[in-house]
């Protein structure tokens, strides 16, 4: 279902509304926010030297540590009374990424949400359970607000207390459920444990985001709980969730919504744009955000673009899953790997469940690393033939093996109730 007729539009129709509101965004910026001032005279650019979409290229990036070095309201292009909401950024290191909303940012966040909702194939009248946390990260209060602007109803139970979500999905009989994908798969074994045929469960579609999600882990959401698992994509620094969504018809590829962000990919190490259909680190720039206009800035996160038009009709840009992020590069003894990577060798073997983890050290000034991977429950294959599938699949796909290879039981890797899954542990 096609939420705003802009998300079919021809597409000069949406390079013009890009432009227009590109414009305006540097002017907002360049007026009111003096880090942007300082940094696009520095460029030598001026508001007035970005006639179209094209001129993004001649704007200086953003980046997190802009964020920081202008906490916590450097960035803010309105005064305080204006301000209706403020988030943060869920990372776990340094001062948080400090970000803010007007009404009418409000009101656009809700929309671009309920769009992402819609396109994941949500209808009026659903009932959405919310798992993702309420507060400060974007997640829970982003996903509340779409539901409503949609017209559907949404249980705002948050994150974690797993046995309750289950316990109100079946009395409730939920239709969507909102989560990272790694929580998705915990409460499919909490449900098993608890006596319920996790594919019983009444909800149909599982909106999963905040983490990386390879094929083989959607694989396995869709199969343990007979669902349709749906990408939705966002940061806080641009809005939270709802900057991206995939339809539920093709699944190919998340629709940014352009009339509202405008991306770029760009070559992580040199900046320069890349052509489409070539990986590289997302670039997003805000189209109509009041409060909080960021230029060009760098996510971070690794994806493609592609212009074709999609089966749903809809003729906005996709963005692939994202991969993984630049600055989650791991270089062990000069080979240079994802853990998204190793996750899309590793979960694609027979046998193998979709929990692994990471760990690097140094010995005797060596990067070493050690893979632990857990079996699937009630896998028949014995243990050697298992290592060494993981082994040659590592070795021939990526060229790498890991110096140590542990197999552990089903539930032998501790997981994560609530937040984002740690994957990797950097010991060194």
Known sequence: MVHKPIEGADRAEIRDLQAERLRETVENAYENVPFYRETLDEAGVEPADIQSVDDVTKLPT???EDFRDEYPDGL???D?????RIHASSGTTGKPKIVAYTDDDVDVWSEVVARSLAAAGVEPGDTVQNAYGYGLFTGGLGLHYGVEELGGTVIPVGGGQTQRQIE???????DVFTCTPSYALYLAETAEEMGHD??????STVIFGAEPCTDPMREEIEQRLDVTGIDIYGLSEIVGPGVSNECHEAQEGLHIWEDRFLPEVVDPQTGEPLPEGEEGELVLTTLSK???????????DLTTLTYEECECGRTMVRMDNVTGRADDLLIVRGVNLYPSEIEDVVLDIDGVAPHYRIDLDREENLDVMELTVERAEGADRGHVELET????????????TPDELTLVESGGIARSEVGKVQRVYDHR
């Open 198 to 203: 996790p594919r019983e469960l009444p909800i």
């Open 80 to 84: 305080d009374d204006e301000v209706t």
């Open 389 to 400: 599938e993981i082994r040659e699949r590592l070795s021939n796909v990526l060229g790498f």
């Open 290 to 300: 009041e409060a909080l206009p960021v230029l060009r800035y760098r996510t971070g």
């Open 62 to 64: 953003t980046t997190k």
């Open 76 to 78: 803010f292009a309105v």
């Open 168 to 174: 109100l999905m079946i009395d409730l009989d939920s």
